[in-house]
């Protein structure tokens, strides 16, 4: 099973940008499509899909919330994926998880890595 650790969150101010990135163990990244999920804090959140990209990295989706703010991309070479997050509002301040799966349809059943935090301020 893929092994997934994400870094690259912070604090950032409303506005500002963020790289996350999410390295993955194995031999066959290529295999997976990928993708990134958000669970924001406080009772009642469940995770919420942000971006996800193909295989060979030609196919991109993005949740409405993010559409034209971030951009999902991704290195076959150095088993690696990134989410670019430009003009960064509070609502984005979640706990941030990369996802690996054979299908994008099925990236929401994980596996997941540990998360990194997103925090932005106003």
């Known amino acids: 099973q893929v092994q997934l650790v994400e870094s690259g969150g912070g604090l950032v101010q409303a506005g500002g940008s963020l790289r996350l990135s999410c390295a993955a163990s194995g031999r066959t990244f290529s295999f997976y499509a990928m993708g990134w999920f958000r669970q924001a804090p406080g009772p009642g959140k469940e995770r919420e899909f942000v971006?996800?990209?193909?295989?060979?990295?030609?196919?991109?989706y993005y949740g409405d919330s993010v559409k034209g703010r971030f951009t999902i991309s991704r290195d076959n070479a150095k088993n690696t994926v990134y989410l670019q997050m430009n003009s960064l509002k509070p609502e984005d301040t979640a706990v941030y998880y990369c996802a690996a799966a054979m299908t994008i349809g099925t990236l929401h059943l994980g596996p997941w890595g540990q998360g990194t935090q997103v925090t932005v301020s106003s």
């Open positions: 971006a996800a990209i193909s295989g060979s990295g030609g196919s991109t």
